[in-house]
């Protein structure tokens, strides 16, 4: 049997923590409403079911035989934030204008959203460790190691999804309140900040 209740003790702390899904999450919904914030979330939980398949079906095994992998994650993820951090810091100096514009083309494209919350978790080293070390701990030696993953991934994603679609409407709410002028551009500012410090966090 999945000692599931110690699953989620452990997993519910680690959601809770602000990380790289949640910086996203808040930037995206910042920038584009709650519907982007929640598209950027449904992106966010396919990168956590990926892992789960990939766990499941024996990725660890070829990470273990390729650690390589494991350093093109981590440079891949670095860059990746460090652009959204860069990019983030470059809205707060643009016009007002040119701020609404860029929520509506958002507004307008929920593949571009997904994406981006995809890219996040995938590229992100910790939920590579936490799906290929701490998921299988959680496996007793008895029971059907792929269907236990997938359950223990399902899980996860049940918590996470909702945490994510909070951080959606905050960042929404946020930008409403922080509409327009020096406010909104502060609130960029500091996202912009938190993504790369994130980014500098993984690479050190």
Partial sequence: MLPIWGFIAV???????????????????????????????????LGNLSYGFLTAFGFGVALQRWPSVWLVLRVAGVLYLAWLGVRSLLHAVGSPAATARRADAANDNPVRSMTSGFLANVLNPSLVAFYLILVPQFIP?????????????????????????????????????LAAGRPRQVLDVLTGIALLWLAAKIAF
């Avoid at 996203?24 to 709650?34: E, K, Q, Y």
């Fill in 141 to 177: 030696r008895e029971a059907p190691f792929a269907r236990s993953a997938l359950t223990l991934s399902a899980i996860h994603v049940s918590i996470a999804f909702p945490w994510h679609c909070v951080w959606a409407v905050a960042g929404s709410t946020m930008a409403r309140v």
């Fill in 11 to 45: 997993t519910l702390p680690l959601v809770a923590t602000p990380g790289v899904s949640t910086a996203v999450v808040l930037r995206n919904s910042i920038g584009g409403g709650t519907r982007v914030g929640v598209f950027t979330a449904v992106g966010c939980n």
